[in-house]
């Protein structure tokens, strides 16, 4: 979603963003080396791929990547998520100059299946433009579109509240440095 500023991404720059999402999930990204030795013997290869569609939800050729020009771009939330594919078969990733006073001071933001279930259109990822390749950002948002919770909990607050992710194979967290 853009309007001809710096968030009109260039096509290469989403084609190495898809590859580095894909070796984060692969576990292939050299900082594994960093995860704390508690959960060293829990990181392990999930052997998700991500990649661009090759066909449109009609069964035509695409590049998978799509452009809306609009001035929501600078207004980002739920309402700037323009033309999304059937989310049974695709994950939507829209990414955006600015966000809305809703979700001031966010980077991204996923909905889990269960959210986005009953509001269909606007599931998937939908970013910050500079964010399409900083960090893991993405891959995080990711993981939420995946129906994965935080460690800590269902919060933003990573040092405030210790919490669990539902999944058995990660103790309640309090936090991370």
Not at 22 to 32: H, S
């Amino acid at each position: 979603v853009h309007d001809y500023g710096a968030e009109n991404i260039a096509d290469n720059v989403i084609y190495e963003a898809v590859d580095y999402w894909t070796t984060v999930y692969m576990k292939e990204n050299a900082d594994t080396v960093n995860v704390i030795t508690p959960f060293k013997k829990w990181v392990g290869n999930s052997r998700i791929q991500f990649h661009l569609a090759s066909k449109d939800p009609n069964g035509n050729p695409t590049k998978g990547i799509l452009r809306h020009n609009s001035y929501l771009t600078f207004a980002g939330g739920d309402q700037a998520k323009f033309e999304n594919w059937p989310n049974n078969k695709y994950i939507n990733i829209w990414f955006i100059n600015t966000f809305s006073a809703d979700h001031a001071g966010a980077a991204a933001y996923a909905y889990t299946p269960s959210s986005a279930g009953s509001i269909p259109f606007y599931d998937g990822v939908i970013s910050l433009y500079s964010y399409i390749d900083r960090d893991k950002t993405i891959p995080h948002e990711l993981g939420h579109v995946l129906n994965l919770r935080h460690t800590w909990g269902n919060t933003n607050n990573p040092t405030v509240a210790c919490g669990d992710d539902n999944v058995h194979d990660t103790p309640p967290t309090k936090g991370h440095n």
